[in-house]
C-alpha cells in the first residue's frame, strides 16, 4: 500500500542550531513534493515545493532536498528560532492523475531558547 | 491570512444529524479542496473540485457529498453524523486544477464536535 513516513516523535533542538526532518514514501512515483507548516489548531501554511528532477530548493533559511532513488525528502531550517516551533508536514502527489496530495502525518518541531 | 474563509468556525451537533460547511477560496483560484484532520488519521484528503466540476475522490464517505458554486464557493455536507467524524475540517484553494504542481492555500478550518 501506499505510504509516507514522517518521524512522529517529537524533534527537540537548541536555538541556532539546524532543524533537519525526513519524509519517506514507498509505493509512490511523484512529480512533485510540498512542505507544510501546521501550528495546533489551524490550517497548513505552504513552505516549499520541490520536483522530480530537482535535488535541492532553497528559500531563506529554508532547505529542501528530494531523492527519487532513496524515495525521500530531508528539509532543513537552518539558524533555528523558538518561532520555528510547529508541526511540518509533507505532501506528494498522489499518481491518479496528479490530481491529489496526500499528506505525511507530520513531525512536531520544538526549538528551545 | 490566506485568503480562504471557512464558516463556521465550530460547530456541536449531535449523532443522525447533518451539517454543511462552507468555504470560499482565494479570489481568481478555481480548484477547492476539502481535508479531514483528526487525532488518529492526519490530514485526509476528501474531495477536490475545479470550476465548478468534482476533479478527484479520496477517502470521502458515502454519507458525505460536496459541491461547487459558479461563484466558485464550495459547500461540504456531511450527513447522519456519527461520533467519529468529529474533526477539524480544512478547506483549501489553488489555481490550477493539478494537485501537485501548486500550493494550496488553506482556510481556518470548521471544528466539527458531534456529542
Known amino acids: 500500500s501506499q505510504k509516507i513516513e514522517q518521524n512522529s516523535e517529537a524533534l527537540n533542538i537548541q536555538e541556532g542550531k539546524t532543524a533537519t526532518l525526513t519524509c519517506n514514501y514507498t509505493?509512490?512515483?511523484?512529480?512533485?513534493l510540498q512542505w507544510y507548516r501546521q501550528d495546533p489548531g489551524r490550517g497548513p501554511v505552504f513552505l516549499l515545493l520541490?520536483?522530480?528532477?530537482?535535488k535541492e530548493k532553497r528559500k531563506e533559511r529554508l532547505k529542501v532536498t528530494f531523492d527519487t532513488t532513496l524515495k525521500q525528502s530531508l528539509f532543513h531550517i537552518t539558524a533555528s528560532q523558538p518561532a520555528d516551533s510547529a508541526t511540518y508536514l509533507c505532501?506528494?502527489?498522489?499518481?491518479?492523475?496528479?490530481?491529489?496530495?496526500?499528506f505525511g502525518s507530520g513531525t512536531r518541531l520544538q526549538v528551545q531558547p | 491570512d490566506s485568503g480562504v474563509t471557512q464558516t463556521p468556525k465550530h460547530l456541536i451537533t449531535a449523532t443522525g444529524q447533518r451539517v454543511t460547511l462552507r468555504c470560499s477560496p482565494r479570489?481568481?483560484?478555481?480548484?477547492v479542496y476539502w481535508y479531514q484532520q483528526s487525532l488518529d488519521q492526519g490530514l485526509q484528503f476528501l474531495i477536490q473540485?475545479?470550476?465548478?466540476?468534482?476533479?478527484a475522490k479520496g477517502n470521502i464517505l458515502e454519507r458525505f457529498s460536496a459541491q461547487q458554486f459558479p461563484d466558485l464557493h464550495s459547500e461540504l455536507n456531511l450527513s447522519s453524523l456519527e461520533l467519529g467524524d468529529s474533526a477539524l475540517y480544512f478547506c483549501?484553494?489553488?489555481?490550477?486544477?493539478?494537485?501537485?504542481?501548486?500550493?494550496?492555500?488553506f482556510g481556518p478550518g470548521t471544528r466539527l464536535t458531534v456529542l
Open positions: 509505493n509512490y512515483s511523484p512529480a512533485y
Open positions: 520541490i520536483r522530480e528532477n530537482e
Open positions: 473540485y475545479y470550476n465548478g466540476e468534482e476533479r
Open positions: 483549501a484553494s489553488s489555481n490550477l486544477g493539478l494537485a501537485g504542481n501548486n500550493e494550496q492555500f
Open positions: 505532501a506528494l502527489d498522489v499518481d491518479t492523475g496528479r490530481r491529489a496530495l496526500t
Open positions: 479570489s481568481g483560484d478555481l480548484s
